[in-house]
């Protein structure tokens, strides 16, 4: 879990993608593991090695980043936002979209296959009952 959260704090160093569910997943997984630990650890405290006190110490200073991070990073900026507030006189880009022709077109093969040497119909009996 430490290194799956290293490695996306390292792929999102300015916390672009940092919204509410990253946080909220992010709180959730860091306690999912410290929080059973440390109950474990405190319950068998007699019978644990010397590196577990180390091992859950860690955990739990993971934890505390965890939670401070969460609560402390400030949320990301949208697009919209930040062109809305940049300048009001600048248009947003519309969007490229496909028409419904071109979308049937490229959807075709799934829904009505071409005919081959002798699998033509039973390719199309397939797709209508699909």
């Known amino acids: 879990v430490i290194a799956f ?6 792929r ?7 919204g509410m569910v990253s946080r909220f997943f992010y709180l959730v997984a860091s306690l999912t593991l410290s929080i059973p630990m440390t109950i474990a650890y405190y319950r068998n405290r007699e019978s644990t090695a010397s590196g577990d ?3 859950v110490n860690v955990i739990g200073l993971y934890a505390l980043l965890a939670l ?6 400030p949320f990301p900026r949208s697009a919209a936002r930040a ?5 009001e006189d600048t248009v947003m880009p519309q ?3 496909l028409s419904r022709s071109a979308i049937l ?17 039973i390719n ?7």
Request: net charge neutral; proline share 4%.
């Open 83 to 87: 062109s809305s507030s940049d300048s």
């Open 105 to 121: 077109t490229l959807l075709k093969p799934y829904f009505w296959p071409d005919h081959t040497a002798e699998s033509a119909a």
């Open 12 to 18: 999102d160093i300015e916390h672009t993608r940092f």
């Open 53 to 55: 006190e180390l091992v």
């Open 95 to 97: 969007k490229k979209r």
């Open 68 to 73: 401070g991070e969460c609560c402390f990073v």
């Open 124 to 130: 199309r009996i397939r797709a209508i009952m699909t």
């Open 5 to 10: 959260g290293a490695v996306l704090t390292y």
